[in-house]
């Protein structure tokens, strides 16, 4: 008789160890759409350092977004580097955060690489592959924000000098991305009145 109870109660210990890591791995992996609807341009950072693993993994879901003809005509560069962190700083007006942020990405899009060759296509399939990053980022309790490079000519020079980014290319924007502070909240931005069903 013991020994029975003794392995109910064990059979129970088990069973609410699974509850508990299964709870557990349900916090850490919100779906996809929680993870979408709670998206936010985060410019406050802690300062705390983000790992190479977590940048590699960012990156991976950047190049696993949607591209013309899978032409892939995209590039990154992951900075880590604080004074170079601290050039972009000073050089892009609204990517001052980076003082706190300690690491961003740069999405570079290839135009030669694009289907048919086309600017457009590449721009397109780069603002898919940085929409992927965002989501990325959120998803694993990170805060990242869209710098604009593109299409300002004194940004996209900046950019090219200190990151020895060749003339055809073309750097997108540059994503600062840290642990947020938590001050920066999503926004609910849907407006029934723009859902058209069937026509305008």
């Known amino acids: 008789m013991k020994k029975v109870v003794f392995l109910s109660v064990v059979a129970l210990l088990v069973v609410i160890a699974c509850g508990i890591l299964c709870a557990q791995n349900e916090k ?3 779906d996809a759409l929680t993870v979408i609807h709670n998206r936010k341009s985060v410019r406050h950072f802690t300062g705390k ?20 003809v899978n032409m892939q005509p995209w590039s990154f560069v992951i900075v880590t580097d604080r004074p170079s962190l601290d050039i972009l ?16 990405i740069i999405v570079c899009a290839i135009a030669e690489k694009a289907f048919q060759g086309k600017v ?15 989501i990325a980022v959120e998803s694993l309790g990170l805060g990242a924000v ?9 940004r996209m020079d900046a950019v ?28 609910d931005k849907f407006k029934e009145e723009n859902i058209h069903w069937e026509k305008w």
Do not use: H, Q
């Not at 869209?146 to 004194?154: A, H, K, L």
């Open 160 to 187: 090219r000098k200190e990151f020895n980014i060749p003339e055809g290319i073309i750097p997108l924007n540059v994503i600062p991305i840290g642990y947020p502070t938590n001050e920066d909240k999503p926004k």
């Open 49 to 68: 350092s983000v790992s190479r693993d977590d940048l590699v993994t960012i990156v991976k879901a950047g190049m696993a977004a949607p591209t013309a």
């Open 89 to 104: 700083a000073k050089a892009l007006p609204y990517a001052k955060m980076l003082d706190k942020a300690n690491a961003a």
């Open 146 to 154: 869209w710098t604009g490079v593109y299409p300002d000519r004194e």
């Open 120 to 134: 457009e296509i590449a721009i397109i399939d780069s603002s898919c592959a940085s929409e992927n990053i965002l």
């Open 28 to 30: 850490t992996s919100p």
